[in-house]
């Protein structure tokens, strides 16, 4: 269902949902360096720099049985976005988040 949702909200560009998909702060490596991007806000703005054409390709061409998993978490394409399990504390509940981003 995540990984679905995340194909087609990068497919069309849908920063309202993909700023949904992800755990803040995020971890970004862009053109080398790394960043953390804090609010919803700060993403949707910083959006085109983020998912720029590498990421969108990689989610693109990414199958849901090709995904490779580790301790880590799951990566997509050659660890363009690494996407995790966050438990919530007070909870306990474990929502699936995107923690980092790749484009260098």
């Known amino acids: 269902m995540f990984f679905d949702c995340l194909k087609i909200a990068a497919m069309h560009d849908d920063r309202d949902t993909l700023s949904g998909l992800v755990r803040y702060p995020l971890r970004t490596h862009l053109s080398k360096r790394g960043n953390s991007i804090r609010t919803p806000a700060a993403f949707k703005k910083a959006y085109p720099l983020v998912f720029d054409a ?6 693109e061409a990414q199958r849901f049985e090709d995904l490779f998993v580790s301790y880590r978490g799951l990566m997509v394409g050659n660890g363009e976005v690494w996407i995790s399990g966050i438990v919530d504390p ?3 509940k474990t929502t699936i988040k995107i ?3 790749n484009n260098q």
């Not at 590498?54 to 989610?59: F, G, N, P, Q």
């Open 54 to 59: 590498k990421v969108k390709r990689a989610i």
């Open 90 to 92: 007070a909870s306990g």
């Open 99 to 101: 923690i980092t981003i």
